[in-house]
C-alpha cells in the first residue's frame, strides 16, 4: 500500500531529492564531452548527443531540486522553532560547504587547469585565479549558498508571521487549484518565465554580474531559483494541490517535454529572455512529472535505495572533483571518448560513494562533509 502524500514518512521525496544530486554526475561528464563546448574541464574529445542531453538535464534538475528543498523545508518548520530549525541548516549545510570549498574544490581546480595547460603553465594559473576569481571557491557548491539563503528567508518569515511556520492554503483556493490543475500549472509556468526572464535581464543590464554579485554571492542563481523553493514551500502548506501533484498529468507531461523539444530546436535563434521563458514550461512540466513518478515508483522503503538517499549528498560534493581527476588522467588514454565518459561517470560515483563510506565511521569527518552530528556512543551502566 502506498503512503499518501500526506503520510509521516513520504520515502519518495528522499529519494527524488536524491536522485536530482545523483544526475548531477551524469550531467556533469556530460559537460566535458560535449560537442563544440567548453567545460573547466577539457577532456579533448567529444561524444555526440552528450551535448542535447546536459542542456536538457539543465533545464529542469535543479529547478526540481529546489522545488524539493522547498516543500521539505516547510514540512520541517511546522515541526520546530525557526531559530532550532535554522541553526540546524546552518549544521548541515553550512559544515560542508566551507570544508569543500577549502579542501576538495581547490584540489578539483588544479586538476581542471592541468586538463587545459601543461602542468608547469597550469600551477601559476591556478593560483593567480584562486586569488582573483570568487567563483573559483564556490564551483558547484553555488546550491549550498542558495540553500541558506532561502533557509534563512524562511526563518525568518516563520518567526514574523505564525502562519508560515503551520497554517495551510485555504481549503476553496486548495481545492480550486486542484481542479484546474493543469491551467494553474500553465499560470505558474507563465509567472516564473515572465519573472526569470525580466528579472535576470535587470540583474544584467544592472551590471551586476561581476565578481562579487555574481561569482561570490550567486545573487543571479537566487533570482533564479527563489520561485521554484517558493513553490515547494506553498506545495507543502496544500493537500488537494499536493495530492494532484502526486499523480500524473498527461498534459503537463506534454507540455513540459514539448518545451523541451522546442527549447533545443530555437534556442541559439532567440533572445536569452525568450530562451528563458520556453524553459520554465520545460522545468515546471517537467518537475510535476518527476514528482508522480517518484511517488508511483519509489514510495517504499528499500535498503539499497535508502543507501543512495543517505549517500548522495557526500556524493555530490566529490563527485566533480573526482570527474576533474579522471577526465585529466584518461586524456592520453588510446580508447573511444563513449568508454571514457562511462568510465569516468561509474568510477566518479564509486569512488564519491566509497568517500561517504569512510565519512560516515568517523564522528568529525561526518559533521564537515556531511553535516551529521554522530551521537556518542553510551557506555552501559555498570
Partial sequence: MQNS??????????TLRAFLMLLGIPYHVALCYQVGQDFIVHSGEAVPGFLEFSQTTHLFRMHAFFVVAGYFALLLLARREPGAWLKGRFVRLGFPLVTTMVTLVPLMNLFCEWSNMPLHEAVPNWQHNAVRSGGYWVRHLWFLMALLYFSVAVAWLASRFP??????????????GARHFFWVIMALGTVIGIWEALALEAFYMAGLNTNFPQQILRVDDIIIYAPWFTLGCVLARTRAMLERTCRISIPVAIVGVGAI????????????MTERFIAAFAAIGMTQVMIALARALLDRPVSLVRRLTDSSFVV??????WIALLVLVLQPVPVPPAFKALAVTVLSFLFSYWAWQGIRRVP???????????????????
Fill in 5 to 14: 502524500p500526506t503520510s509521516q514518512r513520504q520515502h519518495f521525496w528522499d
Fill in 163 to 176: 502562519a508560515v511556520k503551520s497554517g495551510m492554503v485555504p481549503e476553496r483556493i486548495d481545492a480550486w
Fill in 261 to 272: 523539444v522546442l527549447w533545443l530546436t530555437i534556442h541559439n535563434d532567440v533572445s536569452p
Fill in 316 to 321: 555530490y560534493l566529490f563527485h566533480l572533483p
Fill in 364 to 382: 568529525i569527518l561526518s559533521l564537515l562533509y556531511d553535516g551529521v552530528v554522530i551521537p556518542s556512543k553510551r557506555r552501559a551502566p555498570a
